[in-house]
């Protein structure tokens, strides 16, 4: 379809390659985390420059968005980070896609799935050593469900976990690997040796070596979204998304108008206000509060409610006319507003903002 609207998502795809350089080292080899459409940047684009660059699989959260994936063209291996749900082993395993295990009636469903496909699947079988989402808990018991697995024909590909705080909490985080690794030592008195062990997100990727066990898994630090506490940038992580969008109208208002849905802005001076093509169906935060956007290089303040398709700026008394690009998230000249800061006005983190930007806004790819 052709596009008219000038809001534009813009990846670049040279960010992503070096920022998985970065993350996985020579000897550690890279699962990309692609869930939520590649967090708001599309999925199968940043897996593709993920794998050129060495990635050896890609993770995703739903059984859909792998089935999309292989849609898309690519057969690498990927991982879907919770159990099937009951009633899609069968295409889930057709398509390719790895399977987690941590319930017995998860392993019941995909092994029964995986005798009817006739050929050899492998698990990861996750331990729940502190996170409380999902995962073998107590994770102690990781020997008899590793059994289980074995004897019910599959292969138990891997053993893993994940973290709750590896941005911020070292201890705690070491903790969580200490117990992980007792387990696994658990398994190996049992005879049971998965060739894989895996654990880190961003930030234990980023901040914990001896957490990258056989391989690292990163979501937010693929994209330069920064993982927590500042500490993406200081890594060298280059943000690869930019959000950007063009002055539709301009207007000169005298002193004392009001502005947007319930007048909560009021003009103290004449002003020229722009109206900009985007809101916040298009995942640019209702809540924010003193959000600026760049046009010609200079930051100017959101003013008066933004609305669901549209926003006002304050341009003052500068010369700013409509086509002018704005920039909402990204680099304009020598400014730069960080999607973490766009993030802190609204209260949330940048992974929340990246994928909330709306199915309506084109994702364009440069690099
Ligand atoms: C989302 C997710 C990741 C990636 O987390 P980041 O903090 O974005 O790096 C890794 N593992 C699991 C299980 C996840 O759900």
Request: glycine share 12%; net charge negative; aromatic share 4%.
């Amino acid at each position: 379809m052709t596009r008219f609207r000038p809001t534009v998502v813009e990846v670049d795809l040279d960010a992503v390659r070096h920022n998985v350089r970065l993350l996985g080292r020579p000897h550690v080899e890279l699962l990309a985390v692609v869930k939520a459409n590649g967090y708001g940047h599309g999925d199968a684009e940043v897996a593709r420059a993920a794998l050129e660059e060495g990635a050896t699989g890609l993770g995703v959260a739903l059984v859909e968005e792998g089935i999309g994936l292989r849609e898309r063209g690519i057969d690498a291996p990927i991982l879907v980070m919770t159990e099937f749900p009951p009633g899609s082993e069968k295409e889930a395993l057709a398509a390719g896609l790895t399977p987690s295990v941590y319930s017995e009636a998860g392993l019941a469903a995909v092994a029964e799935a995986a005798s009817a496909m006739g050929r050899p699947v492998g698990v990861h079988l996750k331990l729940d050593t502190g996170m409380h989402r999902v995962g073998v808990w107590p994770p102690e018991d990781a020997p008899l469900i590793a059994r289980r697995i074995v004897d019910s024909g599959l292969l138990l590909e891997a053993l893993w976990t994940h973290f709750a705080d590896s941005e911020q909490d070292a201890a705690g985080t070491l903790e969580q690997l200490q117990r992980f690794l007792s387990c696994r030592d658990l398994l190996a008195t049992a005879g049971i040796r998965p060739r894989m062990s895996h654990a880190a997100n961003s930030g234990a990727t980023i901040r914990l070596r001896e957490t990258h066990l056989d391989l690292v898994r990163p979501g937010a630090a693929l994209y330069g979204l920064d993982p927590g506490a500042g500490i993406g940038s200081a890594f060298g992580l280059r943000p690869a998304l930019t959000l950007r969008s063009a002055v539709a109208m301009t207007k000169r208002l005298p002193a004392g108008e009001r502005l947007s849905y319930g007048g909560r802005y009021a003009l103290e001076r004449e002003a020229t206000i722009a109206t900009i093509p985007i809101g916040y169906e298009d995942g640019y935060p209702r809540t924010s509060v003193g959000a600026e956007v760049l046009i010609r290089s200079r930051r100017y303040p959101v003013a008066g409610t933004i609305t669901m398709d549209q926003m006002l700026v304050d341009c003052g008394d500068d010369q700013i006319t409509p086509g002018d690009e704005v920039v909402l998230i990204g680099m304009q000249g020598e400014e730069h507003i960080t999607i973490e800061e766009v993030a802190s006005r609204a209260g949330t983190i940048g992974r929340d903002i990246a994928t909330g930007i709306g199915e309506r806004v084109p994702r364009e790819y440069v690099g």
